[in-house]
């Protein structure tokens, strides 16, 4: 399976804006749908938002519509997550995974109010 490794989190203010990448090696992602889950502490991981293998079709979950955008750089075999508006409810560790992907270590994200 292609290994991945997320980067990007950080502490950051309420309102405030993060851009995670996800990056592929030894392998590529570059023909898989791939996606973003999240978890809080104490919670299960949950979806985030996905994208299709060409970057045509989007899908967000209802709590980040309008403020978080998923893309993708295949020549760079990395996603991303552009996520703006920040608030404390979105403080988790973000993994992003792919259907020939392993689970990566995640990047936390801690936004403070």
């Known amino acids: 399976q292609v290994q991945l490794v997320e980067s990007g989190g950080g502490l950051v203010q309420a309102g405030g804006s993060l851009r995670l990448s996800c990056a592929a090696s030894g392998g590529t992602f570059e023909h898989y749908n791939m996606a973003w889950f999240n978890q809080a502490p104490g919670k299960e991981r949950e979806f985030v938002a996905a994208i299709s293998w060409d970057g045509s079709t989007l899908y967000y979950e209802d709590s980040v519509k309008g403020r978080f955008t998923i893309s993708r750089d295949n020549a760079k075999n990395t996603v991303y997550l552009q996520m703006n508006n920040l608030s404390p409810e979105d403080t988790a560790v973000y993994y992003c995974?792919?259907?020939?992907?392993?689970w990566g270590q995640g990047t936390q994200v801690t936004v403070s109010s």
């Open positions: 995974k792919g259907p020939n992907t392993s």
